[in-house]
């Protein structure tokens, strides 16, 4: 069975920085593509990072030079880095991964941008 758990989510200050954690189970992250998706209220969820099973990696315009997608293949988990964080950031942040013909996503985890 698939399970992803993110974690690492919170309040942050404009500028600050947050490390988000996908924890993987019934997949290996290294062998997937791996996505961060996010949603803010009353927008669709949109595709924030992604990484291939070769160490390919595709961003949103919106983040590209401030976030960097990453796994720890030893703790099978995928890893969103967070910097200079912008009040447009705030959004409950998924981790999905497509297998076996379907998607899978995680329960999700809030990061709020705000002074």
């Known amino acids: 069975q698939v399970q992803l758990v993110e974690s690492g989510g919170g309040l942050v200050q404009p500028g600050g920085s947050l490390r988000l954690s996908c924890a993987a189970s019934?997949?290996?992250?290294?062998?997937?593509?791996m996505g961060w998706y996010r949603q803010a209220p009353g927008k669709q969820r949109e595709l924030v990072a992604a990484?291939?099973?070769?160490?390919?990696?595709d961003y949103a315009d919106s983040v590209k030079g401030r976030f960097t997608i990453s796994r720890d293949n030893v703790k099978n988990t995928v890893y969103l880095q967070m910097n200079s964080l912008k009040p447009e950031d705030t959004a409950e942040y998924y981790c999905?991964?497509?297998?076996?013909?379907?998607?899978?996503w995680g329960q999700g985890t809030q990061v709020t941008v705000s002074s």
């Open positions: 999905k991964v497509a297998f076996g013909q379907r998607n899978y």
């Open positions: 990484l291939t099973s070769s160490g390919s990696t």
């Open positions: 019934g997949i290996i992250v290294s062998r997937n593509r």
